[in-house]
Nanobody, 126 residues
Framework: VQLQASGGGLVQAGGSLRLSCAASGGTVSRHCKGWFRQAPGKEREFVSGISRSGGTSYYADSVKGRFIVSRDNARKMVYLQMNSLKPEDTAVYYC????????????????????WGQGTQVTVSS
């Protein structure tokens, strides 16, 4: 499985960005998808995840109500719509895939994910 994340950039506080992650290889419809981020000097943290069917999603408390995760299995894509961005959202964002998750489960630990994209930088200026 290969993942390609895109959509990062520089945005002012209060603005929006939409991250995309394209997957290739494997049976995409059976994969759970997740977004993580890592700010300089900090550990990688869970941002959001979505189940195989897209019926279940989870968000970190820090982004709840501002970010929306979605997926398009036909296009093998997962998206992260980020609204009302704050300077503390500045980080490298990674998409990840868990190839062995049950239908309604959304993994939230990085150790549960098997494949990772290369990351896309998001910078929010104040």
């Amino acid at each position: 499985v290969q993942l390609q994340a895109s959509g990062g950039g520089l945005v002012q506080a209060g603005g929006s960005l939409r991250l995309s992650c394209a997957a290739s290889g494997g049976t995409v419809s059976r994969h759970c998808k997740g977004w993580f981020r890592q700010a300089p000097g900090k550990e990688r943290e869970f941002v959001s995840g979505i189940s195989r069917s897209g019926g279940t999603s989870y968000y970190a408390d820090s982004v709840k109500g501002r970010f929306i995760v979605s997926r398009d299995n036909a296009r093998k894509m997962v998206y992260l719509q980020m609204n009302s961005l704050k300077p503390e959202d500045t980080a490298v964002y990674y998409c990840a895939v868990d190839t062995n998750c049950i239908v309604t489960y959304v993994p939230r630990r990085s150790s549960e994910y098997d494949y990772w994209g290369q990351g896309t930088q998001v910078t929010v200026s104040s």
